[in-house]
């Protein structure tokens, strides 16, 4: 042979999809560049890895929501997926139980299909009472334990370690847009930074 080729050469990415609501979504941001997907993605190639995030969030959607869609969601090309709901279903104060069963149908629909999953854990304020707050936040960890998908403890833990402390709403505040509730340009990269090497060990799952 005159030359040979390396079988990487010929290898498709990892693609993923990240299926969750606005905080994935990009909400309220001028440039959709600087939204959660599009800088997952960079991240994920600036340390090497071969990847396309699909993004899969709809603003407003809550579990529920993304039950309904995750057939969708996962075509034939996806490898992995990521899952970011639950926002919504706290901030109404719907009931844990309900929020539990729609990630887990998707947890199983993931399952079903042998793809690796980031359950991307959620915090309850202490507004709705001390047993809801408990039961919303244990499903996560739960959940992952459950069906043995990788857990990030919190959307926010990138913000956490740049200084925000939670039930202080002030210190998110400069991570934050006006509304307090979905993170600035600054504060997507924050959490990118927490987030990226949990979507790493995901996409050493599927390259596993």
Do not use: C
Not at 140 to 167: C, I, R, W
């Amino acid at each position: 042979m005159i030359f040979a080729l390396s079988s990487s050469v010929f290898a498709e990415p990892v693609t993923i999809v990240a299926l969750g609501d606005s905080l994935t979504a990009g909400y309220g941001l001028e440039n959709q560049a600087d939204g959660l997907v599009p800088q997952l993605q960079a991240w994920l190639r600036a340390r090497g890895a071969d990847v396309v995030v699909q993004n899969a969030g709809v603003s407003g959607d809550t579990s529920a929501g993304g039950l309904a869609r995750v057939d969708w969601a996962l075509g034939p090309d996806v490898d992995a997926l990521i899952v970011t709901l639950g926002g919504n279903d706290m901030l109404r104060g719907l009931d844990p139980a309900g929020t539990r069963a729609s990630l887990e149908g998707i947890l199983r629909k993931a399952a079903e299909k042998k793809l690796p999953v980031l359950l991307v854990g959620m915090q309850a304020p202490g507004n709705f009472g001390p047993d809801y707050k408990a039961t919303f936040d244990a499903m996560y960890p739960e959940l992952a334990a459950k069906y043995g998908a990788l857990l990030a403890g919190s959307f926010f833990d990138g913000l956490v370690a740049a200084g925000a402390t939670a039930g202080d709403p002030a210190s998110f505040a400069p991570f934050m847009q006006a509304d307090g509730i979905h993170p600035n340009p600054e504060g997507v990269k924050l959490i990118v930074e927490g987030l990226g090497p949990k979507v790493l060990d995901l996409v050493a799952q599927v390259s596993g």
